[in-house]
């Protein structure tokens, strides 16, 4: 049996003011950093031993990870930060206040573009290259995706970072985003298209999945 763990990070400036977040990148609140604290002590307490830590290269992920290791006194574990688990890119909205576009164009249409799986909010009209993606070459930052299609991007990263460390029997965590780790969820689970709209992952709650030695899963669990 192998053991995977994800993790959303501790609450961001964003969620505490209801903002459209996805690639912006925003700190953790105080509350936010509690969380993560609380996150690692929890995980500390299963004796749980991993290998590798995979996250985002969004600061509010990246310090995430940093505490909960801490905690579990894992701090020296080697980390891959990837734009492939970076948050559902949100477009046009991202940075808008959630109840004020609920005002102007009806709370449907937010809850269409917010939980669907394959609708795409406004696109931006243009990006502003971020330095932190120049490695990675032009065009890495989208102008906005749908649930669908951070999946897609999210995919080859399980295939060819995450599943083989786990075939090989070492324990991996992932500390990443509410969309990204739904999206994963989504395959983990074999949850459908329309179904994955139920699907919420909540800051700061940790999720073990137990796998055989086929990663089929045996058990999913949250750790309290």
């Known amino acids: 049996m192998v053991n995977l763990v994800i993790l959303r990070h501790g609450e961001s400036e964003a969620n505490r003011d209801n903002i459209f977040t996805g690639w912006s990148d925003v700190p953790l609140t105080d509350r936010g950093v509690y969380q993560a604290h609380q996150a690692g002590k929890k995980i500390a307490q299963t004796n749980l031993q991993f290998t590798h830590v995979h996250t985002s290269m969004l600061q509010r992920a990246i310090k995430t990870a940093d505490i909960v290791l801490g ?3 894992q701090d020296w574990l080697p980390q891959t930060k990837s ?13 808008q206040n959630k109840a004020a576009v609920k ?5 449907a249409q937010v809850q269409e573009w917010r939980r669907s799986f394959k609708t795409v909010p406004p696109l931006l009209t243009c990006l502003r290259q971020d330095r932190r993606y120049d490695s990675f070459g032009p065009h890495i930052e989208p102008r906005g995706e749908s649930l669908e299609m951070a999946y897609d991007r999210l995919m080859p990263y399980w295939t060819d970072c995450v599943a083989p460390r786990l075939l090989d029997g070492h324990n991996q965590l992932i500390v990443a985003h509410g969309s990204t780790l739904r999206a994963l969820i989504k395959f983990l689970d074999g949850v459908s298209d329309a179904n994955i709209s139920q699907v919420e992952v909540a800051n700061g ?8 030695e086929h990663l089929t899963v045996v058990k999913k669990t949250k750790i309290q």
């Open 71 to 73: 905690e579990c006194h």
């Open 103 to 107: 005002q102007q164009v009806g709370e």
């Open 83 to 95: 734009w492939r688990l970076n948050e559902r890119h949100y477009g046009a909205l991202r940075g």
């Open 205 to 212: 709650v940790p999720i073990c999945y137990t796998f055989d």
